[in-house]
């Protein structure tokens, strides 16, 4: 059974080119996630779904980042333009449903390097 | 505001030994807390839940924690330690009002062989 895909796993890119991040969540999960992890700020939620709405988008840090939920199956996080200070691993997370007692599944991430 | 504290950034602990991992929480509401595991180069990977029920929850790998609602704690504990327990532990909590799940700092576990 697969868990959580995201892709590329890793990334290099220059300041100021876009990156596409993307996530399949876990097949039957109504709930999506995006964290980004640093050494300096721990794991921050970014942004989450239900239904493939956007339900708080109240952690992306700047207009630069934006995050879609076209599907149930398929989640992308883009920035644009990228910077340095954006370098992070970005991790996707699935729950059943919505809610505070759910269980999130996590990805393995994207580790992504800003030039 | 809800937020969760894990103390120790680091602990060190020999194989075969107990661990405890420490985590304090503060929320307005009932408490949901969860214990995650995070190996290198990996996602995060669930542990352990208390919801309501029993204090004392037992979770995958062998380990545990207990819920003090007093103390307003929920210690990651593990009767013998492995070499391959050796990871990053993360905390969190959430409440009944609330979707977010807030994850701590980290604490890193290093198991001594």
């Known amino acids: 059974d697969a868990g959580v895909i995201q892709s590329p796993r890793h990334e290099v890119t220059e300041m100021g080119q876009e990156v596409t991040l993307r996530c399949k969540p876990i097949?039957?999960?109504?709930?999506l996630f995006w964290y980004r992890q640093t050494m300096m700020r721990g794991l921050e939620l970014l942004i989450y779904f239900n239904n493939n709405v956007p339900i708080d988008d109240s952690g992306m840090p700047e207009d630069r980042f934006s995050a879609k939920m076209p599907n149930a199956s398929f989640s992308t996080l883009k920035i644009q333009p990228s910077e340095p200070r954006d370098s992070a691993v970005y991790f996707c997370?699935?729950?059943?449903?919505?809610?505070?007692?759910?269980?999130?599944?996590f990805g393995p991430g994207t580790r992504l390097l800003v030039l | 505001a809800q937020s969760v504290a894990q103390p120790e950034d680091q602990v060190n602990v020999a194989e075969g030994n107990p661990l405890t991992v420490k985590c304090t929480y503060s929320v307005s509401g009932n408490p949901y807390l969860f214990w995650y595991v995070q190996y290198p180069n990996r996602g995060l990977q669930f542990l352990l839940k208390?919801?309501?029920?029993?204090?004392l929850v037992k979770g995958s790998y062998g380990f545990e924690a207990e819920f003090n609602k007093s103390q307003t704690s929920f210690h990651l504990k593990k009767p013998s330690a492995l070499v391959s327990d050796s990871a990053l532990y993360f905390c969190?909590?959430?409440?009944?009002?609330?979707?977010?799940?807030?994850f701590g700092k980290g604490t890193r576990l290093h198991i001594l062989p």
């Open positions: 097949s039957g999960h109504n709930s």
């Open positions: 969190a909590v959430s409440h009944d009002r609330d979707d977010k799940i807030i």
């Open positions: 997370a699935s729950s059943l449903r919505l809610g505070p007692q759910e269980t999130q599944y």
């Open positions: 208390y919801i309501t029920g029993d204090n």
